[in-house]
């Protein structure tokens, strides 16, 4: 039957493949929503700033929506998604389609504009914004729901049929995509006031309702299909959990009948009871898996899949910017479709396309080589019906030989293998690196080097950037200033650092970090083995995207990266200057990752990289280093399963970067995050000398540790106010956190110190602030 369609040979357009009026069996779980320039964000932002109106915004919106419809429907996309738009989040959609508004934001009912939506996302004047949080393992963040018993559900955001109408105006016909009703209850919390444990899966009964309305409006205008995504089935599931998908689903089933339903999976394996109960589900004629993250699934797929129902197959990875390996897809497809039969599999996404960059024709200035190696979002489409094609017999032979010529040239590529940093970082593995001496003894011989009062005061690395800092390095950038006059601007703002920090009475100072654009990038570009884009920017909340490097070779350090700044500052004081570094675990999880090799080896080999710096910060003169591992946790892998593994390298890598330091030298790290109860061990087996963390917006969840009596000899710095607001806090109040501590920690490990660095504050802000700091410390130490 594929053989009787219409088929049009592919044209080259600009430097991507377009093709014409074709619908192979191709779908795409959902696309970025800011713009390959980022028009969404400007837009958002200037609307926020009242420097335009809603119809401004709601026109960037609509002709990005439509830019991207018409550019997947160009390129034969058969499966189309729509609603995967936002002006904010998609977990914030779902919420506003329910109703589920919470009372302080007064909600009257009716249709939900632009000023409920934001002030649930932001805040306004009055009240604040609801909380955000990770989803998943991406570093997207969505908006979390807050639902009890009182919430009063009801239609308020016809969004999704409006979106399905607009495309359909424009010639589309698409597949509506809804977070389905068991993600959007696991991944709420219980309102303020309503109790912890208060079972959210209790209020199935209450949203389905508004799903029904939904799809009934959906079904009338005339769509066929639907896609519900469900990710958390990729979860350690309760048996409970389990059932409400058997039951939300089998509630759906009158309403959902006379339309195909996909239910989306993405981000791991599917655990195996977990795939029974999915592809039993009634009602459902075909189930998305993520190919890319969960190479068992295919196992479990192999071992038996449900006759006549279709398999979304997400062979071309959402999450990074590799061109597919289009040869070792085409074979892992053909070999599904012995499985579940030749018209029933779809080429798809491992995901949505969300969390890649958006179209590699904005990247005019990156090397040839390596851009014949990526792929972003515009191009993953096009992979994805060229594999369609293939499947269906069309198979574009100069497609795939360019792209085997790409993939060849990635293995081969003298810029990717550099046998020394090969061999060292393999030799690594299985081994253990710690330093010799246990971290008491290392302390007492610090102590007597470094000589500080007790409750020493520090900072976390960077002061604040003003927009003149950020002119001088933009400028040295671009070559408009000298390298002299940048270097001269730059020794003097760290002068202007250091002397306040004097003049404050810190203790362990910081060199202000004000050659840093950003903890990562910073040292990417130093690194070989990474490359940079100009446009490759990711969503990562609300208007706010990251741009990653792409870590594509062997790293390895050509030349000291920090060494001439700190030893600079070092010798404008005294006191203790700490070198600023960022950990190998954060450089690795902030980037784009080669995907040729495992992780932990491109970890362990920044590992390496990085301990070439600490050592060369050693005899600089530098006696503490900072290395941040803002990221760590960050990498936990969602199965509960896998977090030994991933714990066990990190760890690793982050000791191997400072095992070759004297007693003398004191290793510092911080992380920016609270919530590391469930890892403390691995924090402990990290052997830092001194840990700061964040810890100001959760003080009794992080203490609560030692209180159970989990022993921690090393320095500890849990911060004593929250960097995150504008508020300055009183010594009072600073002393009376110190006290809390005191309870529970040892006189002789606490360090004083903010959550985190000061970069995004005002000096207005942060003098008073630290004043206030170091009062408190110095009030303190006089009672003890
Ligand atoms: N040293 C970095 C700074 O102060 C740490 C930032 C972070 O932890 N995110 O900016
Ligand atoms: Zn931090």
Redesign the pocket.
């Known amino acids: 039957l594929t053989m009787t369609l219409n088929f049009v040979k592919p044209v080259r357009i600009g430097s991507g493949y377009r093709v014409l009026s074709i619908k192979m069996a191709s779908h795409i779980v959902g696309y970025p929503r800011m713009g390959p320039k980022r028009e969404l964000k400007f837009a958002l932002e200037s609307f926020w700033d009242k420097k335009s109106s809603a119809e401004d915004l709601q026109k960037v919106a609509a002709d990005l929506r439509s830019s991207i419809w018409k550019q997947m429907a160009d390129a034969g996309i058969k499966y189309i998604p729509s609603n995967t738009f936002s002006y904010y989040d998609q977990v914030l959609d779902t919420a506003t389609m329910l109703g589920a508004v919470p009372p302080r934001y007064n909600f009257a009912g009716g249709e939900i504009g632009f000023d409920t939506y934001f002030s649930m996302a932001r805040g306004n004047a009055s009240v604040p914004a609801m909380e955000m949080t990770k989803w998943f393992d991406t570093n997207y963040h969505y908006i979390v729901p807050e639902l009890g018993p009182e919430v009063n559900f009801s239609y308020a955001s016809h969004k999704a049929v409006n979106e399905y109408k607009e495309a359909k105006e424009l010639g589309v016909d698409t597949v509506p995509v809804l977070v389905g009703p068991v993600t959007f209850l696991l991944l709420s919390k219980p309102a303020k006031g309503v109790e912890k444990t208060f079972p959210l899966l209790s209020l199935l009964d209450k949203i389905l309702p508004v799903y029904k309305e939904v799809i009934g409006e959906l079904k009338a205008a005339g769509a066929s299909w639907i896609q519900f995504d469900e990710p958390t089935l990729v979860l350690d599931l309760e048996s409970h959990q389990l059932e409400a998908f058997t039951k939300a689903y089998s509630e759906l089933e009158s309403t959902l009948s006379g339309l195909n339903v996909i239910v989306e999976t993405y981000f791991a394996d599917i655990p195996a009871e977990t795939y029974k109960i999915l592809t039993a589900l009634k009602g459902v004629t075909g189930f998305g898996f993520d190919l890319v993250r969960g190479a068992k699934t295919l196992d479990l797929i192999k071992g038996g899949f449900p006759s006549g129902k279709y398999l979304f197959a997400g062979v071309v990875d959402g999450r990074n910017i590799w061109a597919n390996d289009l040869a070792a897809s085409l074979s892992t497809l053909q070999s599904l479709e012995g499985i579940v039969g030749k018209d029933k599999l779809v080429v798809s996404t491992s995901c949505s396309l969300l969390h890649t960059a958006v179209d590699l024709v904005n990247e005019p200035k990156l090397d040839k080589e390596i851009k014949s190696w990526l792929a972003f979002a515009a191009q993953k489409v096009v992979e994805v019906n060229a594999l369609a094609k293939a499947l269906a017999g069309e198979k574009d032979e100069a497609f795939f030989s360019e792209n085997a010529a790409a993939q060849a040239s990635r293995k081969s590529s003298p810029r990717v293998t550099n046998e020394a940093v090969q061999k060292a970082a393999a030799a690594l593995r299985g081994s253990d690196h710690r330093r010799a001496t246990t971290v008491s003894a290392r302390l007492d011989a610090q102590q007597k080097k470094l000589n500080l009062p007790v409750l020493p005061t520090t900072t ?3 002061f604040p950037q003003t927009l003149e800092l950020r002119r001088v390095r933009r400028e040295y950038k671009a070559k408009k200033i000298s390298e002299d006059d940048y270097v001269k601007a730059i020794k003097e703002e760290i002068s202007k650092v250091v002397k306040l920090q004097e003049e404050l009475d810190i203790d362990v100072l910081v060199h202000g ?1 004000p050659e840093r654009n950003d ?1 990562v990038e910073y040292f990417g570009e130093q690194l070989s083995g990474f490359a940079f884009t100009a446009n490759g920017w990711v969503q990562s909340y609300g208007s706010r995207c990251v741009k990653p490097p792409i870590i594509y070779g062997d790293v390895s350090r050509p030349n000291p990266m920090t060494v001439f700044w700190s030893q600079t500052a070092q010798s404008m004081t005294k006191r203790p200057m700490k070198g ?1 570094l960022t950990g190998p675990v954060t450089i690795l999880n902030w980037s784009f990752v080669r995907n040729d090799q495992p992780r932990f080896e491109t970890c362990y080999q920044i590992a390496l990289a990085i301990k070439d710096e600490v050592e060369d910060l050693e005899k600089a003169g530098i006696n503490v280093i900072q290395i ?1 591992e ?1 990221a760590l946790r960050e990498g936990l892998p969602l199965r509960k399963a896998e977090h030994a593994f991933y714990l066990d390298w990190a760890v690793h890598s982050f000791r191997i970067t400072n095992v070759g330091v004297q007693d003398t030298t004191q290793i510092h790290t ?1 992380m ?1 995050y609270s919530n590391f109860n469930d890892i403390i061990h691995s924090i402990i087996d990290m052997d830092a000398d001194v840990i700061t963390i964040e810890n100001s917006r959760s003080d009794e969840k992080l203490l609560s540790v030692f209180r159970e009596g989990v022993k921690y000899g090393a320095g500890i710095g849990p911060g004593v106010y929250d960097i995150h607001s504008p508020r300055i806090p009183s010594t009072e109040e600073i002393a009376d956190r110190i006290n809390k501590m005191l309870a529970v920690l040892d006189t002789n490990i606490l360090w004083v110190n903010p959550d ?2 000061l ?1 995004t504050r005002k000096y207005a802000e942060v003098k008073p602030a630290l004043e206030n700091m170091v009062s408190a410390a110095k009030l303190i130490r006089t009672q003890l």
Do not use: N, Q
């Open positions: 976390i690395g960077s970090e903890m600023m941040d803002a911080h920016c985190c660095g970069k």
